[in-house]
């Protein structure tokens, strides 16, 4: 509860209640609202300082799902309000590996763009994505300046789409991510794969995403439709 506080905003001032108010709102001993404080600032939550107390280090960013499929018009204080910068690391056409391939349906080794970036939210790195784009998609994005998002980037290409999809996972950065995202390794990312199509429903751009799991929270609201 205290991690889900933290990461959700419930301190504005970033200032945490003492040990003994914690104590008193969780109904817990003081050894485990201390273990509960040591494990958030060992995942770099929370700083603790003689004198002056706990408070919160981090501030992430929420995102609603739909936004991040890219499929609705992002609102004006969004993560995909042109709020990101990226930092690009490659941009190349290569062949088609056989797991990308198999998930775009094209032949192995077809040619494609691979366009591989770190994006940056307040100049810090908060994800990394290497995508793989069929052409003639990849003809349009090729040679366009990237400024902002990878929507953004597709938008200003002249690329349409009409679904995106995701895959969720989990996973422990490796040396090369925790390189990549300045944190340490075998902190904890969301690991994404998505697919985006275009209008005609075929797959063209394949990216795998790696996000720092502290710093980036999908909101997710589904309703539900009455039956007939």
């Not at 992430?60 to 910068?85: D, Y």
């Not at 290569?94 to 691979?114: G, K, S, Y």
């Not at 990849?138 to 679904?163: C, H, I, M, N, Q």
């Not at 999908?218 to 007939?228: D, P």
């Amino acid at each position: 509860m205290l991690r889900g506080a933290v990461q959700g905003g419930w301190y504005p001032d970033g200032q945490l209640p003492s040990e003994a108010e914690l104590m008193a709102t969780h109904n817990a001993s003081r050894a485990t609202v201390r273990a509960a404080l040591t494990l958030l600032r060992a995942e770099g939550l929370i700083e603790r300082t003689q004198g002056i107390g706990t408070h919160v280090v981090v501030k992430p960013v929420k995102t609603s799902l739909p936004e991040a499929h890219g499929v609705i018009k992002p609102s004006r204080e969004s993560l995909w309000n042109r709020r990101m910068r990226p930092r690009e690391i490659d941009r190349s056409v290569v062949p088609a590996p056989t797991t990308v391939a198999a998930r775009l349906e094209v032949a192995p080794d077809t040619p494609c763009l691979r366009l591989e970036y770190v994006a940056l939210h307040d100049e810090e790195p908060i994800a990394i994505a290497t995508n793989y784009v069929l052409f003639p998609e990849a003809g349009k994005l090729r040679d366009t300046p990237f400024v902002s998002d990878w929507y953004r980037l597709l938008e200003d290409a002249g690329v349409e789409l009409s679904d995106s999809e995701f895959i969720f996972d989990c996973e422990l950065a490796d040396a090369p991510l925790a390189a990549a995202l300045g944190i340490r390794e075998g902190a904890p990312l969301i690991a994404m794969e998505q697919l985006i199509y275009d209008l005609d429903g075929r797959p063209f751009d394949l990216a795998f995403i790696h996000t720092r799991g502290e710093r980036f929270r999908f909101v997710s609201r589904g309703i539900r439709q009455e039956q007939a």
